[in-house]
């Protein structure tokens, strides 16, 4: 066999370099070495192939949450909701994308876990107190709370005052229904 040449089981020219020494017929060498390893596996464990363990994560908490916005675009948003929890583990910004994940799923108490979390973990955070304010208005419960909340956003955050003016607006719509 030629050095080019790729080993195949089915190859006659494989299947054909048996060699007989004094009687005996022996494998070639290639087939012998697949067969001491197959009987090693079955010895040393089963069949179980050894395992790669990563001790590392290879990817940035910034990168996790870049791969999350690229699976949420997709729409695959199990798989965005997993990298926002990788990156969670240093990076609380990903906890606003967490609850942004359960409010589309419409887990809305998971939402609302997420977002207080984002609070704890970043109280500057002017989106995340829209949020949860939104989410109240959504649920209608806890008006007063989402006032309050909004309001905290536009303090926080001065240049999104329409953004988050448009849920206090909203809030205080519904407050005056009830």
């Known amino acids: 066999m030629g050095k080019d040449k790729v080993l195949d089981a089915t190859d006659k020219e494989t299947v054909n370099s048996y060699k007989r020494v004094k009687g005996k017929t022996y494998l070639a060498p290639c087939l012998f070495i697949i067969l001491l390893a197959a009987c090693y596996l079955l010895l040393a464990g089963g069949c179980a192939m050894p395992k790669i363990i990563i001790l590392d994560d ?39 994308y967490m609850g942004n994940i359960f409010f589309q799923k419409n887990e809305l108490d998971e939402a609302k876990s997420a977002y207080r979390k984002a609070i704890k973990k970043d109280p500057n955070n002017s989106d995340v107190y829209n949020n ?40 205080r719509e519904l407050k005056g229904q009830k």
């Open 58 to 96: 290879p990817l940035s908490p910034e990168e996790h949450i870049t791969l999350g916005v690229v699976y949420e675009k997709k729409g695959e948003i199990d798989n965005a909701l997993k990298e926002y929890k990788l990156a969670s583990k240093k990076l609380p910004l990903a906890y606003l």
């Open 132 to 171: 949860l304010a939104w989410l109240y208005y959504t649920k209608k419960e806890n008006l007063d709370e989402a006032e309050t909340l909004a309001l905290k956003a536009v303090e926080l955050n001065p240049s999104k005052k329409d953004i988050y003016q448009d849920t206090l607006e909203k809030i």
